[in-house]
């Protein structure tokens, strides 16, 4: 049986006049890999960052989880604990090794200590190398 990790129902955005996401609807299940493309300005970031609640929506549902992120009131640090998001320009910070980038939200987060941490970024380091 497959969880649904992520829906949109009728999701809108609007700044001012400008209708830029227009009704999406959209379902992706657990271990489902969705690839959003079109050409620049379509919207594709900005239904991302809605999906990551960086962005709100003027109408609709975003289901992240069984949880409507759309809604006020919602723990968001909660909820992305289980979000991932690699933006377009990412950048790591230029004042830490890539280890503490890599270690710094687990730790922070309290979801491992410093040498769990440290240990299994060592392992996905070891993998990449």
């Known amino acids: 049986m497959t969880t649904t990790r992520v829906q949109l129902k009728n999701v809108h955005k609007r700044y001012g006049d400008n ?3 227009k009704g999406v609807d959209l379902t992706v299940k657990d271990n489902e890999v ?10 594709k970031s900005t239904v991302l960052r809605m999906i ?9 549902d975003v289901i992240v989880d069984g ?5 006020s009131g919602v723990d968001m640090n909660k909820v992305r604990q289980n979000i991932g998001m690699v933006f377009q320009h990412f ?3 230029p004042n830490m090794s890539v280890l503490q ?4 939200a687990p730790i922070e ?3 491992k200590t ?3 941490a440290e240990k299994e970024a060592k392992d996905m380091l070891e993998i990449v190398a």
């Open 34 to 43: 969705v690839v959003m493309i079109g050409p620049s300005g379509a919207g």
């Open 101 to 104: 980038n890599i270690t710094l």
């Open 109 to 111: 987060l309290g979801l």
């Open 67 to 71: 949880e409507n992120i759309a809604h």
């Open 52 to 60: 990551n609640g960086l962005e709100t929506t003027t109408s609709g």
């Open 114 to 116: 410093k040498a769990q």
């Open 91 to 93: 950048n790591l910070f």
């Open 19 to 21: 209708e830029v996401i």
